[in-house]
C-alpha cells in the first residue's frame, strides 16, 4: 500500500527484533472480545486528484470564520492576522524547534523566547515574564498555586466573573493541594466589591479578578488593589492583551500577578486550541513563577548570548523543588504572539483596540434598537458585551447560523441567573455591514 512505508521485510524484522512471532502475537494482550473483527468499511483506493477532490469536499462541509462574521467571543476572538506571522512560523527552524535543552545550539528558540518575554513586560507593565504557559486558564491556575506559595497561605479569593472555564481548570489544579477556593459574586456585571472586601483576610494568599471580565466589563482594579493588599494577599489580575492597547497596564495599578489568554496575539480560533497563557509578575517574586525564563548573558567570547536562566518546572530539578509540573512551554503560539505584537508596534495595537471598542459600541447600539433586545448590564465594556434577548439564544443561533452570522455564546450555558442572554464581542475584523446585518437578524428572529 503506497501510504504505508513499511515492507513485509521490514515488519518481520521488527518483530523479530522484538520477540514477537507475528501481528496477532504483538496484539494478543488485547481481548479478543473488543478486537475488531472483519473489514472497514472504506471506499476504494483513489489517484492523488480524486483524493483531493473527496478530502475537499469533506472539508467543505465544515463552517469557519473566512466564511461566516463571527461575534462569538468568551475568551477566543477573531482578530486579523497579519501574513508576518504565518511567514515567520513556517520557518522550519521554529516551526520543528523543541525544547532547547542545549542552549548553545538552540540560540535561534532563545531569542524569541526571550524576546517574547520582553514584549509581554512592555504590555502588561510587569518586571518579569515566563515562557508562556498552555493557556489562560492554566496560567490563572498557577497564578493561584505560585500566590500560596509566595504568602504561606492556603486561601484564593476568585471572582464570579472570571472565566468559569479558568474557575473550573482551578478547581481541578487544587485537588490534594490543602486550598481553599472562596467565590466573590458579581452585581451587574462587575465584582461586588463589598463582597469581595468581606472574603479578604488574613488568611487570604491571593485576590483573582479579570479585566475586561467575562462579560466584556471593565472592573474598578484600581479599588480592588487597595482591598487585596491591606490584607498582604496578592493582586492577580487576567487581562485580555489587545485591551492593554488603550487600558492601564497592570503594572501601574500595582498588579503582583498578570496572566491571560493570548490566543488574540497572532494565533487563530482553530476551532478551539492550541493556544497560550501569558504570565508576568513583580521581579521579587521571579523564583516562585512557574514554567521557565529566559535570560540574556555573553559567552566566553563576550558575544550575546541567551540561556535558560530559571528553570523550575518539574522536568528539570526535583519534584519537591518545582513550582509547577508544567511540562511544556508554547513556544509556537508563544513565537507567533511575538511577531504580532512586533508588526503591530505600539500604534498598530492601540488601533486594533480602538476599532473594537467603536464597533462594539456601535454594534451595542444597533442591537438594543430592536424590539426586546436590551444591555444586561450598565458597567463600562470593551469589546464583548451581554445582552438580553427576547427569545432563546439557541433560537437565535439557529435561525443566524443561515444567515452565516455566529450570533455570539449563550451565556445561559455557564450562569443560570443569564439563561437568555447573548455575549457578543465584535474584534476589528467586524465591517458595519456585517454589524448592521447581525443587529436585522436578532430583530427578525421570533
Known sequence: MKYLPNT?????????????????????????????KGQLKLPSAMSEPELLAHLSKLAAKNGDASQYACFLGGGVYDHFIPST????????????????????????????????????????????????????????????LMACAVTGRKEI?????????????????????????HLAPARDGQTDPDKLAALVNDQTAGVIIQHPNFFGCLEPVEEFEKTVHAKGALYVVSVDPISLGLLKP???????IVCGEGQ?????????????????????????MAGRIIGQTVDSRGQRAYVLTLQTREQHIRREKATSNIC??????????LVYLVTMGKQGLREVAELSLQKAHYAAK??????????????PFFKE??????????????????????????LGRFYTAYKNHLLVAVTERRSKDEIDALAAGLGGVK
Not at 8 to 33: H, N, T
Not at 366 to 379: S, V
Open 264 to 288: 488574540s496575539l497572532g494565533n487563530p480560533m482553530s476551532f478551539g486550541g492550541p493556544y497560550l497563557g501569558f504570565f508576568a509578575s513583580k521581579e521579587k517574586f521571579v523564583r516562585r
Open 85 to 144: 506571522v504565518g511567514a515567520v512560523l513556517a520557518r522550519n527552524e521554529f516551526y520543528t524547534a523543541y525544547t532547547p535543552y542545549q542552549p548553545e545550539v538552540s540560540q535561534g528558540v532563545l531569542q524569541s523566547i526571550f524576546e517574547y518575554q520582553t514584549v509581554i513586560c512592555q504590555i502588561t507593565g510587569m518586571d518579569v515574564s515566563q515562557a508562556s504557559m498552555y493557556d489562560g486558564g492554566t496560567a490563572v491556575a498557577e497564578a493561584a
Open 250 to 256: 497592570p503594572g501601574e495599578y500595582n498588579a503582583d
Open 328 to 337: 511544556s512551554n508554547e513556544a509556537l503560539n508563544a513565537l507567533a504572539a
Open 385 to 410: 458585551f451581554a445582552v438580553k434577548t427576547p427569545v432563546a439564544p439557541a433560537k437565535i443561533t439557529e435561525a443566524l447560523v443561515k444567515r452565516r452570522i455566529l450570533p455570539g455564546l449563550d
Open 8 to 36: 513485509d521485510e521490514d515488519r518481520r524484522e521488527m518483530l523479530a527484533a522484538i520477540g514477537a512471532r507475528s501481528i496477532e502475537d504483538l496484539f494478543k494482550d488485547v481481548p479478543d472480545e473488543v478486537r475488531f
Open 366 to 379: 444597533q442591537i438594543t434598537a430592536q424590539n426586546g433586545y436590551e444591555l444586561a448590564f450598565k458597567a
Open 157 to 181: 479569593v476568585i471572582s464570579e466573573a472570571v472565566h468559569p472555564e479558568y474557575r473550573a481548570v482551578l478547581q481541578t489544579y487544587i485537588q490534594g493541594q490543602d486550598v481553599k477556593i
